[in-house]
């Protein structure tokens, strides 16, 4: 997977998760592992879907091609940006916009 699509798609619904939390007055964090688990919360308490994994997975992605320090997970592109594009139309229809 290309290093845009993994950074742009993570800093992409990480921004969706922080807006759904902001709406629903939830407590958000800076760091990338609380927001994975504000995803459950969110796909738990308020039925938006359950993105956790896939964030995990592009954080992953990102830090593997920026530092190289572990290895990238299997990520299939087109798959990865229609998740993203069903997360964000979802925060999107909670919000009215």
Known sequence: MPFSTACYG?????????AAALHFRLKISRKHWEKVDLAGVLHKKKALPDIGELLHDLNNARKAAAYGDISCPELDAEAVASEIEAYVNAVAAILGV
Do not use: G, M, P, R
Not at 10 to 18: G, I, N, T
């Open 10 to 18: 993570f800093y992409c619904l990480e921004a969706a998760v922080k």
